[in-house]
């Protein structure tokens, strides 16, 4: 496992990053050819891309796989524990990936979007393939460390951050696709056609607040518990 789990993460990275690249692609392509002053409006279809959730996380995740591949090449061959910047990086892309499978497969799945929209390939890997290969990381991974119970609060901040940064800059812009007043990357995020306005948003906020917490929780476990296992059959050595 410890010899050929870096080359896993660095292929799962190209794969992330060209499933991203494809569609940001395609994104521009249709935007090229839009008719409409705001759907050819450029700088708002790119910044809107990088606005989604789940390409920030896949973003993320595979800069985190990346890096850790290179640093299990080089100044992991000889650690006994992956550093703690990297433990808490690699756990905050897991809970994301992990999330973002969850909520695409339940909530998402069944949304129709504008014919050649999307490319196919990349949609199921962005929100498939990758998720599933951060879950496998989780349990799978060498030489995790052991994290405190604070780090969930970490895992809990960028998505904070970033469901503030949506709500507020939604009703600055106009939709590319639509031309409303408004843009929201998620249908569930919109108080104009979700039931119960901003009430009905708040709730879908609490509930995906909720589901990342556990799953951060969760990742957060199965890292001490792996490496109270490993600490319980040889001493650990401390790394930096």
Request: net charge negative; with cysteine.
């Given at each position: 496992m410890n010899i050929w789990w870096p080359y896993a993460r660095l292929a799962a990275s190209v794969l992330g990053f060209a499933a991203l690249i494809a569609q940001l692609a395609r994104t521009f392509e249709v935007a090229l050819h839009a008719t409409t002053p705001w759907g050819a409006h450029l700088p708002t279809v790119g910044v809107n891309f990088f606005s989604?959730?789940?390409v920030l996380?896949?973003?993320?995740?595979?800069v985190a796989l990346a890096i850790g591949a290179i640093w299990a090449w080089t100044k992991g061959k000889d650690a006994a524990r992956e550093p703690r910047w990297l433990a808490v990086t690699l756990?905050?892309?897991?809970?994301?990936?992990?999330?973002?499978?969850?909520?695409?497969?339940?909530?998402?799945r069944g949304i129709e979007l504008p014919q050649g929209s999307t490319v196919g390939w990349s949609n199921?890997?962005?929100?498939v393939v990758i998720p599933l290969f951060l879950l496998a990381d989780v349990l799978l991974a060498p030489k995790r460390r052991m994290l405190t119970w604070s780090t969930v609060l970490v895992v809990a901040a960028f998505p904070i951050a970033w469901a503030v940064y949506t709500l507020v800059r939604a009703n600055l812009i106009i939709s590319p696709a639509l031309g409303t007043p408004y843009w929201y990357p998620?249908?569930?995020?919109?108080?104009?056609?979700?039931?119960?306005?901003?009430?009905g948003v708040t709730g879908y906020v609490i509930g995906i607040a909720a589901v990342i917490l556990v799953v951060g929780a969760a990742v957060v476990w199965v890292a001490r518990k792996r490496a109270a296992s490993v600490d319980s059959v040889q001493p650990a050595v401390v790394t930096a």
């Open positions: 989604f959730f789940t996380s896949n973003l993320g995740a595979a756990t905050c892309v897991a809970t994301y990936m992990i999330v973002t499978g969850i909520v695409y497969n339940v909530l998402l199921e890997v962005l929100h998620y249908p569930f995020l919109n108080p104009h056609t979700t039931p119960g306005g901003y009430l």
